[in-house]
């Protein structure tokens, strides 16, 4: 299969609890991108993580980057209905080559 | 931040007419654009790469004669979908980036129908 692909599809918690998405890939990369799409919308950048960085915060997002086990995650805390959404990690493997995964569809109920 | 506008959002056009989609990096020079499509529920499929001033980069699979890419700018890229048929309905996205290995960010994407 391509590289960065998420974990699990689908998921749905309460507001207020973490939520957690997994990605793999299978060949080394430059960066790992996450991002959100709402239904039909664009997407919204969330965090970049390089090669040689194994973790990274931007308020309730927390992203870590295992290079060893070509996996990352993408930690939401507090999560809010407003969090309800796909998120998509995507790859750069080769200079300005992307792939992107299946994404996780995240529900979170008020 | 960083803003990328594309245009229209949404179009609907007839069998055989051809379509302009254009990217906009609002407040920062991109010297990268890149092209994705998107079927429903599913993921983004790049389509191409573009540098300002150079031919695109057509990923495998995807024709360049049907799909044209012009980067005439640090700022705009437009993407033309020529002679178009209902099986290139789908939604179209651009992303923009300053330079390798940074943030790319996203357009809102436009939802092609022909008819």
């Known amino acids: 299969s391509q590289q960065g692909e998420e974990d699990p599809q689908a998921l749905s918690i309460q507001e207020g609890e973490n939520a957690t998405m997994n990605c793999s890939y299978k060949t080394s990369i430059n960066n790992l991108q996450w991002y959100r799409q709402n239904s039909g919308r664009g997407l919204v950048h969330l965090i970049l993580?390089?090669?040689?960085?194994r973790e990274k915060h931007s308020g309730r997002l927390r992203v870590t980057l295992d290079t060893s086990k070509k996996s990352s995650s993408l930690l939401i805390t507090a999560s809010r209905a407003a969090d309800t959404a796909s998120y998509f990690c995507?790859?750069?493997?080769?200079?300005?080559?992307?792939?992107f995964g299946s994404g996780t569809k995240l529900n979170v109920k008020p | 931040g960083a803003v990328v506008s594309q245009h229209p959002s949404w179009v609907i056009c007839k069998s055989g007419t051809s379509v302009k989609i254009e990217c906009r990096s609002l407040?920062?020079?991109?010297?990268?654009m890149f092209w994705y499509r998107q079927f429903p529920k599913q993921s983004l499929m790049l389509m191409a790469t573009s540098n300002e001033g150079s031919k695109a980069t057509y990923e495998q699979g995807v024709e360049k004669d049907k799909f044209l890419i012009n980067h005439a700018s640090l700022t705009l890229s437009t993407l033309t979908v020529t002679s178009a048929h209902p099986e290139d309905s789908s939604f179209y996205i651009c992303?923009?980036?300053?330079?390798?290995?940074?943030?790319?960010?996203f357009g809102q994407g436009t939802r092609l129908t022909v008819v």
């Open positions: 993580i390089r090669s040689n960085e």
């Open positions: 407040d920062f020079q991109a010297t990268t």
């Open positions: 995507a790859t750069e493997y080769n200079f300005n080559k992307f792939y």
């Open positions: 992303s923009a980036r300053r330079q390798e290995n940074t943030e790319a960010f």
